[in-house]
C-alpha cells in the first residue's frame, strides 16, 4: 500500500540555521504530496504542497520539490526562526479519500 | 470564522464513563475525518464520513462511534472509556473527490481518561 517516511526527530538548530527534513514516498500513479505543520497545542495546517513530478510548493520561506525520480518531497528553509519549532507532517493524496501521513517531525530551534 | 471547530476542547474524565466529541465544519466540504493523537504525535485517521455515509472505518474498537446528522457535522461517540483512549482527537474535513484537495483541521480535543 501506499506510505510516507520521513526522517525521525526531534531535529535541534539554531536560529538562521539550514533547513531539511527528508520525506520519501511510496505511491502507485502519480499522488499529490503536501506538508503539514503542526504548532504547539493547534490543529495540523498546510504548509505547502505539490500536485505533479517537478513541481515546487512554497509557502513561508519553505520550499519541497515533487521529485517523481527519487519518490522524494524534502523540505527546505534557507534560514529558519525560533517561531518556525513545530511538528512537520510529510503526507501524500492516497486518491482514495484519504490522506497518507507520515509520523512527524519534531523541530527545535534555539534563539 | 472557523472553519473547522471542535468541543470540547479538553475533557478529562474516568474509566468506564461515555463521553461525546462534536466537529463542525463551515467550509461546506463533503467528507469529514476523525484521527487519534498519540503523544509521539502519530496521527492515525480513525473514521471519514462522505455526506453522512460512513466510507472509512479503520481497525478502531466498536466502544468508538461516529454519527454524522449532516454534512457540516460529525460527531464522535465514545463508550466505557479506557485509559488507552487518552489522546488528542482531531476533527477534519475535506472538498469532494481526489485530487490536490488538502485537510483543514480542528483545533483538537484532548482527552484523559483518569
Known amino acids: 500500500g501506499n506510505s510516507v517516511t520521513q526522517m525521525e526527530g526531534p531535529v535541534t538548530l539554531s536560529e538562521e540555521a539550514f533547513l531539511t527534513i527528508n520525506c520519501t514516498y511510496t505511491?502507485?500513479?502519480?499522488?499529490?504530496l503536501f506538508w503539514y505543520v503542526q504548532y504547539p497545542g493547534e490543529g495540523l495546517q498546510l504548509l505547502l504542497k505539490?500536485?505533479?513530478?517537478?513541481d515546487k510548493g512554497s509557502n513561508k520561506g519553505f520550499e519541497a520539490t515533487y521529485r517523481k525520480e527519487t519518490t522524494s518531497f524534502h523540505l527546505e528553509k534557507g534560514s529558519v526562526q525560533v517561531s518556525d519549532s513545530a511538528v512537520y507532517f510529510c503526507?501524500?493524496?492516497?486518491?482514495?479519500?484519504?490522506?497518507?501521513f507520515g509520523k512527524g517531525t519534531r523541530l527545535h530551534i534555539l534563539p | 470564522d472557523t472553519a473547522v471547530s471542535q468541543t470540547p476542547k479538553y475533557l478529562v474524565t474516568q474509566m468506564g464513563n461515555d463521553k461525546s466529541i462534536k466537529c463542525e465544519q463551515n467550509?461546506?466540504?463533503?467528507?469529514m475525518y476523525w484521527y487519534k493523537q498519540d503523544s509521539k504525535k502519530f496521527l492515525k485517521i480513525m473514521f471519514s464520513?462522505?455526506?453522512?455515509?460512513?466510507?472509512i472505518n479503520e481497525t478502531v474498537p466498536n466502544r468508538f462511534s461516529p454519527k454524522s446528522p449532516d454534512k457540516a457535522h460529525l460527531n464522535l461517540h465514545i463508550n466505557s472509556l479506557e485509559l488507552g483512549d487518552s489522546a488528542v482527537y482531531f476533527c477534519?474535513?475535506?472538498?469532494?473527490?481526489?485530487?490536490?484537495?488538502?485537510?483543514?483541521f480542528g483545533p483538537g480535543t484532548r482527552l484523559t481518561v483518569t
Open positions: 464520513y462522505n455526506n453522512k455515509e460512513l466510507i
Open positions: 503526507a501524500l493524496d492516497d486518491r482514495d479519500d484519504k490522506i497518507i
Open positions: 505539490a500536485t505533479k513530478a517537478d
Open positions: 467550509l461546506g466540504h463533503d467528507t
Open positions: 505511491a502507485t500513479g502519480y499522488p499529490s
Open positions: 477534519a474535513s475535506r472538498a469532494a473527490g481526489t485530487g490536490s484537495y488538502e485537510q483543514y
